[in-house]
């Protein structure tokens, strides 16, 4: 079992307009409204950079700055994790049917916003940060994926690290073999010790006998864990905005799960 802290949350999704607005959803019971995912652009980066940047990159970018700021940390101070099962969709999507046309000429700005780690590279640009990153996929079990590799890297280094988890629906034709509702991105910033700045203790353990994961009660909201990989963290989120004593079992690979137990 392995303990960490969470420091500070973002989060973007349909109607989840940020941490306040959703913890006050899941702690104080506010009806749920979906709507518009509303990402706002990052004015961190230059001008030359943020008209290069495409709908994956500013949703990462917007829940990450949110958990930093949450966090009262300096934007580029910690190791970064990044997990997205996909990428950017709309960016591939555009590749595929260049690549299918007479010309055949991948424009350099698409081809390096389809780099699974280009949220990472414009983090980096955006707060100056010269601390590591990591980018990782693992289809739908890249919440888990990204959860286990920041929370083993705050305790094997002893500090802060963030966690941005996002992704993103695919157009057609893509969409119908690969379905993904809607965006949704977030982040945690998770510590090795707590502090005055500390939400909640994460409790994480590795189980093979979880007969489910842990869904939400909400059915709009259980549509959207189920159709977007970056959305299996919701339940963690209730967790902390509702002080949930039951841990939360999230589904990982190979009969794995992870069962997190919160303490607020």
Request: aromatic share 6%.
């Amino acid at each position: 079992m392995m303990r960490v802290y969470v420091e500070g949350v973002g989060v973007r999704g349909p109607g989840l307009d940020g941490w306040a607005q959703t913890r006050a959803l899941f702690g104080a019971g506010e009806s749920y409204r979906a709507g518009p995912v509303v990402v706002p652009l990052c004015g961190l980066l230059p001008p030359a950079e943020r008209r290069r940047t495409v709908a994956s990159v500013n949703l990462a970018l917007a829940v990450g700055l949110e958990a930093m700021e949450n966090a009262s940390l300096p934007a580029g101070a910690l190791p970064a994790v990044f997990s997205s099962s996909c990428g950017d969709g709309a960016t591939i999507h555009e590749i595929i049917e260049v690549l299918n046309s007479p010309e055949r000429e991948v424009s350099p700005i698409r081809f390096h916003n389809s780099v699974h780690n280009a949220p990472a590279g414009y983090w980096s640009i955006a707060t100056r940060s010269q601390e590591p990153s990591t980018s990782l996929c693992c289809y739908d079990a890249s919440f888990s994926a990204g959860l286990l590799e920041a929370a083993v890297l705050a305790r094997v280094e002893e500090r802060a690290v963030i966690l941005v988890v996002y992704d993103m629906p695919y157009p057609e034709p893509l969409h119908s073999v690969r379905p993904i509702s809607a965006p949704f991105g977030m982040a945690l910033v998770l510590a090795p010790r707590p502090s005055f700045a500390t939400l909640a203790e994460l409790q994480i353990e590795l189980i093979a006998d979880a007969e489910k994961a842990t869904t939400m009660v909400m059915p709009e909201l259980e549509a959207l864990r189920q159709s977007n990989p970056a959305a299996r963290g919701l339940p963690l989120l209730e967790a902390l905005a509702a002080g949930w004593m039951e841990p939360v079992k999230v589904d990982y690979i190979a009969g794995n799960w992870l069962a997190i137990a919160v303490r607020t």
